[in-house]
């Protein structure tokens, strides 16, 4: 897969930008879940059928966070895991658009006129709720009405589980609480939280329970504090190791009577040698009962 990053300030093109027809699938896709890879599997296919290059076009950071959501600072799946998950998608150029205040004061006709057109698009598919250019104002319907025959517009529909859209704001609310099966369900995969191992305090060896700080690689949103039931793979290698995470509270033996609050993940595992820093870890939640069942909060 290609990456081309893209600014509306930009007064050239990147070197090696396509110059030739192809799909384009739109969003910040904050999590790759379900109803997102429903909207980018629509690309593929029509890029396929059409056999034409399929694109995604993204957005770092995330809008929200320059609007003033301090929390979308946290997200669920840092840049590079996105990418790698549009690849797995069948995606074969993905465009990160650079999201400040100008982009974010710009109208829809600027939008298309500045980021769309140059890229030679046939066709572009969105979800049923996207929005862009100043204060949302552009729709689906607008993309429609300014293509003026420019280019095609499909539009997916929502992605629903038992009556409910899949959406990423489900995904942080059911993290918040601590849900990791809910979250799993609606990504369509364990949540994954990627890191590399830092020195600790190095007393769980002292109790026949060797554990491993893992620094997470980027700014996720974290489950609630608690301990949770995880699977972790080393980069390198192949095994897959059962083991424990806890997130949170980092517990202190008396006489240190206070406790700090701390955004890291503990992996116990006790049938692995872990060196720090000589390696990365991925954990992620397991399957419904035996995520949620193995969690107490902190």
């Known amino acids: 897969m290609h990456i081309f990053h893209l600014s509306y300030c930009d007064s050239e093109r990147p070197a090696g930008l396509p110059n030739k027809p192809q799909v384009l699938a739109i969003g910040d896709f904050d999590g790759v879940h379900l109803g997102h890879s429903e909207v980018i599997r629509r690309a593929v296919t ?103 025959g420019t280019y095609a517009v499909e539009v997916v529909r929502p992605f629903e589980i038992e009556g409910s859209k899949v959406s990423s704001t489900a995904i942080r609310d059911a993290l918040e609480r601590g849900d990791v099966a809910e979250a799993a369900k609606l990504l369509g995969r364990p949540y994954t939280i990627r890191g590399e191992v830092v020195h600790g305090d190095a007393r769980g060896r002292t109790i026949g329970f060797p554990t491993a700080n893992v620094q997470p690689d980027g700014v996720y949103v974290l489950p609630a504090n608690g301990v949770y039931a995880v699977r972790a793979v080393i980069d390198g290698d192949d095994a897959v190791y059962s083991g424990v995470m806890n997130v949170g509270v980092k517990r202190r033996s008396p006489p240190e009577a206070s406790r700090s609050r701390r955004w890291k993940c503990i992996c116990s595992i006790s049938t692995a040698t872990f060196t720090a820093g000589s390696w990365k870890c991925r954990s992620s939640g397991i399957c419904a009962a035996s995520a949620n069942s193995a969690r107490y909060r902190s």
Do not use: W
Not at 53 to 77: I, N, W
Not at 127 to 148: E, I, Y
């Open 46 to 148: 029509t890029a396929r059928g059409l056999q034409l290059p399929c694109a995604v076009m993204t957005f770092d950071p995330h809008p929200r966070e320059v609007l003033g959501a301090a929390k979308y600072a946290q997200s669920l799946t840092p840049l590079e895991r996105k990418m790698e998950l549009f690849a797995k998608l069948g995606v074969d150029i993905a465009y990160i658009v650079s999201f400040d205040e100008t982009l974010m004061r710009v109208s829809p006709e600027q939008f298309i006129e500045r980021m769309l057109l140059p890229l030679g698009i046939n066709t572009v598919i969105v979800g049923f709720d996207f929005t862009f250019g100043h204060r949302g104002a552009g729709t689906p319907d607008t993309l429609s009405q300014l293509a003026k």
